[in-house]
Each structure stands twice: as C-alpha cells, then as structure tokens.
C-alpha cells in the first residue's frame, strides 16, 4: 500500500456503476443474503446486546437485526475505528514505517438511511480538502447494504431533514421489509454480483406498493419534528447565539461527550505517538475525541480556546445544526436521535422524552421568549 499520510492527495471513491437494468427482486428468507454477504465480506450489522442494538460482526447464525434500530454506536465505527494504528515505526538506523493493510472486504448490512445520510457526510469530511487515507481505504471497499425503515424510533427525526425513512441512492443494495420477505433494489455493480446467483424473483407490482404504504405509514407515524425548516436555521441559530437558555442548558451539561461518541457524523480523533524508546520503536494511534471534553481544545502552556463550558456545549449544537452545512454542504445532523437516548441528563419536558443533547429541544428552547430563562449567573464559565 502507498504511504498514507494526511494531506497525500485524495484517492477518489471509485464512482460505482449504478445498475438499472436489474430492477426491484424478492428475498424471501434473509438467512441467504446473510451467507452470501459472510462468503466474501467482513460484514457489520445491527445485532441484539444487553437489550440494545449494536453495530458489530455478523457471525454464521447471529441473524441482524433489520427493523429500525438506533443502535448504541452507529456504523462510523467500520470506516473510522474507536481507537486504530495508523502506523508502527523505527527510529534506529533509518526512520522505516509500517502501516497496516486496509484492504478488506467490508460490508455495513441493515444501516438505515440516515446513517447512510451521516456516511455522506463523514465522506465530505475525510475527501475533502484534508484526506484521511486511512478512512477512505476502508470506505472505498465497503459495501453499503441499507435497510429501509419501516417505523420510525421515537428519539429521531429523520423525516425533519429529508434524511429518512427512505433511502433514495447511495447503496449497493436496498432492503425494504415486506409481508413475506424483503424487497431488494440494486444499486450497483457490486450489489448485483452478491444477488445475482440467489435465485431471487422479480418483484411484483404489489410487492412495490406494499413498500410504498409501509414507508408511507412510517413517515406519517412519525411525530418528532425539528420547529423550524432546516433552511432557516443557520440565520435563526445566529440570531439567538446570546440566548439565555444557552446559559440554562450548558449549567447542566455533564461534559462526557456521550452525545458527540454516539453521533454518526461526529469525527474528531485525537492523534498521538506511543514510543518505547529503549527499543527505538512506536506506534502512532488515533483515538476517537470528543469537543465536549475539557481538554479537547487544549494547547501549549495550557491555553484552551473552549474553557467555559457553555462555549463547548454551544459548539457541538452549532457545528450540527448550522456550520457543517456552511462547511461541507451537508446536514451535520440526521436525526437519527442516538444523542437523545444517550445523554445521561434525561429531563422529561414538555411532556416528551427528550434530552439536554437533544436538537430538537435545543432548537425548541431558543424559540421560547427571553425572560422565561431566569439565569442566576449571566455569562456562565463553569468548566
Ligand atoms: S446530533 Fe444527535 S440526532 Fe443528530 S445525527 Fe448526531 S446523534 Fe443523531
Ligand atoms: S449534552 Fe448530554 S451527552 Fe452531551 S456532553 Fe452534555 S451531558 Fe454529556
């Protein structure tokens, strides 16, 4: 493999072929996909744990689960691991360095469509002007086979941003649930070759409509919304940057950094060299970080750009909801509502299950009138 080292230029997503000829099929027993897919891939899929789901591998026997499933950790993971080597070296007699070998076969079976949604995102992040090789290695071999969602969890909004619970294009392979097996749209090249010797039948013209009044019935099911359209957020954020509920909700923030670990377009890691100099050897890793943390935005002399914690919390808010939309041309939230589940401050307001991490509320609370936020101490700085 050639050096990868950051700002190597950018290696480009081959454009996969999109197929049009195959048409929609029916699958009527998953088990053989699955086996298909474990022939070839190492394949990561939503699988029960502990009474949640969680992106992990799919082993001979272990079925994934396809319904729509907001799993603790979303499949960022596969492309952008929690802690990886990015490479070993030696410093004795010539400076060498060994990386590792990316070329594996992945394939994320069952992500939902904003996730996928996040996936785009996360590939404007790591190609854009600064590549990250060692992600785009990864994504460049991995197979997308997306799962439609047939409800939609209570936590998320994905129907706010246009990001769910339909899946348009961006797959290898499209699987809708239906009442007796799953509808299979092919999107690619690679997703018909793993098809293609399934014996599968065309779908019929029922089989569509009965994913047409599935999703249909999700989306009206869905009751969480964002209050405003996203067109208008980036001006309405600006305009209530000095918000006393900023002030309000940052005060009761833990700093944890769940909600950004948990987000699926979140992507900041820490890069740091392990070095066992007697032996002249060393590592260098990169572990996920999180910009709610105190010491993330730390520098020399202990100077820290984002010491009060209201400027932490409103950064993240921020940065979702308006800046990388300014910065990548693509949303920053999905709304796939993981931040909701997963912040520990849970206060049950206005009557919904929510969360301080929650955009919705966040959003929510900035509409509310000024004076309604009673703010003991103006300007807060706790750390
Ligand atoms: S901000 Fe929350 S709801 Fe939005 S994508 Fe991230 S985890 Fe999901
Ligand atoms: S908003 Fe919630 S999850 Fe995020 S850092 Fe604060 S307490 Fe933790």
């Not at 990015?86 to 410093?91: D, M």
């Not at 854009?128 to 939609?152: H, M, Q, S």
Request: contains cysteine.
């Amino acid at each position: 493999m050639a050096c990868l080292m950051f700002g190597q230029v950018l290696q480009v997503l081959p454009k996969r072929e999109v197929v049009v000829g195959i048409g929609s099929l029916k699958l009527d027993n998953l088990d053989t996909l699955i086996e298909k897919v474990l022939d070839g891939y190492l394949a990561y899929g939503p699988i029960a744990k502990d009474g949640e789901y969680a992106f992990e591998l799919i082993k001979p026997g272990i079925k994934p689960y396809l319904g729509c499933a907001v799993t603790m950790l979303p499949a960022k993971h596969v492309l952008q691991p929690v802690n990886q080597m990015l490479f070993s070296f030696w410093l004795g007699n010539g400076f060498k360095i060994e990386e590792p070998a990316l070329d594996t076969k992945l394939a994320i079976l069952g992500i939902s469509p904003c996730d996928v949604h996040a996936v785009l995102a996360l590939d404007r992040v790591f190609g854009g002007t600064f590549v990250d090789p060692y992600y785009w290695e990864r994504r460049k071999n991995t197979l997308i086979i997306a799962a439609n969602c047939t409800e939609v969890a209570r936590e998320s909004f994905c129907t706010s941003w246009g990001t769910g619970p339909e899946l348009y294009s961006n797959y290898d392979l499209l699987l809708t649930e239906i009442a007796d097996g799953y509808l299979v749209e092919v999107g690619s090249s690679e997703g018909e070759e793993v098809v293609k010797d399934l014996g599968l039948s065309k779908a019929t013209q029922s089989d569509l409509n009965d994913k047409a009044l599935r999703l249909e019935r999700a989306r009206a099911n869905s009751r969480k919304k964002l209050p405003i359209t996203p067109n208008k957020l980036h001006k309405f954020l600006k305009d209530n940057f000095d918000h006393p509920a900023w002030v309000r909700n940052a005060d009761v923030c833990f700093s944890c950094g769940n909600c950004t670990f948990a987000c699926p377009t979140c992507y900041c890691a820490d890069i740091r060299d392990e070095v066992r100099p007697s032996r002249n050897v060393g590592v260098r890793r990169a572990e996920w970080d999180s910009c709610q943390i105190l010491e993330f935005s730390e520098v020399a002399l202990g100077a820290n750009f984002r010491r009060p914690r209201i400027d932490r919390f409103k950064h993240r808010a921020l940065h979702k909801l308006s800046w990388m939309k300014q910065q990548y041309g693509l949303t920053g939230c999905v709304g796939c509502g993981r931040c909701v589940r997963w912040c520990p401050s849970w206060p049950e307001r206005r009557g919904r299950i929510t969360s301080l991490a929650d955009p919705v509320e966040i959003v929510a609370d900035l509409m509310e009138p000024r004076e309604k936020f009673k703010i003991e101490r103006p300007g807060s700085t706790i750390v």
